[in-house]
T-cell receptor
């Protein structure tokens, strides 16, 4: 069965420091992996995706994520956090077998302190 | 507490027909979001609704698409006169209040619309 885990309910980081938001997954076949961000009073916004190719994926707003097949992880990273990065972050996975079904993680709240 | 329920899971429509997608939010949730996912693409925001109100429909196509979230019953995403390009997976999410309240959104399993 497909599943996504975001083990941290909240991540706190100081502005200018690197940030990591963790995501691990379980899926049949090769995964399609996604990160989304949700700002207050807004719907999800797409950040980046991994379909195939380089394990390091670069996305919007300076974010990147590294696909690690052996650890079944897809952690979101940014070298230098901004206060404006404070938001909810969702990881999602879709298997290449079993149809279109996409599973979302529970979300991680990121607080960046000035 | 059941999660967000979407039905049907799969919907096939001929070009020109109407498609109705339903989303029952989690119990106690009064905010609903609709998203569309094209093959190998991420989700794209369509509309954000509260009970009886549309809050943000900036992602909705101007024509043929409409959404509602009545006081009673599920939220409905309605697509009139469907075309092949409407074929996609449509996801719904719900939350108990707005994001400023600190609440997370929970997602349904999606409805796969195929237009033939």
């Amino acid at each position: 069965a497909q599943s996504v885990a975001q083990p941290e309910d909240q991540v706190n980081v100081a502005e200018g420091n690197p940030l990591t938001v963790k995501c691990t997954y379980s899926v049949s076949g090769n995964p399609y992996l996604f990160w989304y961000v949700q700002y207050p009073n807004r719907g999800l916004q797409f950040l980046l995706k991994y379909i195939t190719g380089d394990n390091l994926v670069k996305g919007s707003y300076g974010f990147e994520a590294e696909f690690n097949k052996s650890q079944t992880s897809f952690h979101l990273k940014k070298p230098s956090a901004l206060v404006s990065d404070s938001a909810l972050y969702f990881c999602a996975v879709r298997g290449t077998t079993g149809g279109f079904k996409t599973i979302f993680g529970a979300g991680t709240r990121l607080f960046v302190k000035a | 507490n059941a999660g967000v329920m979407q039905n049907p899971r799969h919907l096939v429509r001929r070009r020109g027909q109407e498609a109705r997608l339903r989303c029952s939010p989690m119990k106690g949730h009064s905010h609903v979001y609709w998203y569309r996912q094209l093959p190998e693409e991420g989700l794209k925001f369509m509309v954000y609704l509260q009970k009886e109100n549309i809050i943000d429909e900036s992602g909705m196509p101007k024509e043929r698409f409409s959404a509602e979230f009545p006081k009673e019953g599920p939220s409905i995403l309605r697509i009139q006169q469907v075309v092949r390009g409407d074929s996609a997976a449509y996801f719904c999410a719900s939350s108990p209040n707005s994001q400023t309240g600190g609440s997370k959104a929970f997602f349904g399993q999606g409805t796969r619309l195929t237009v033939v």
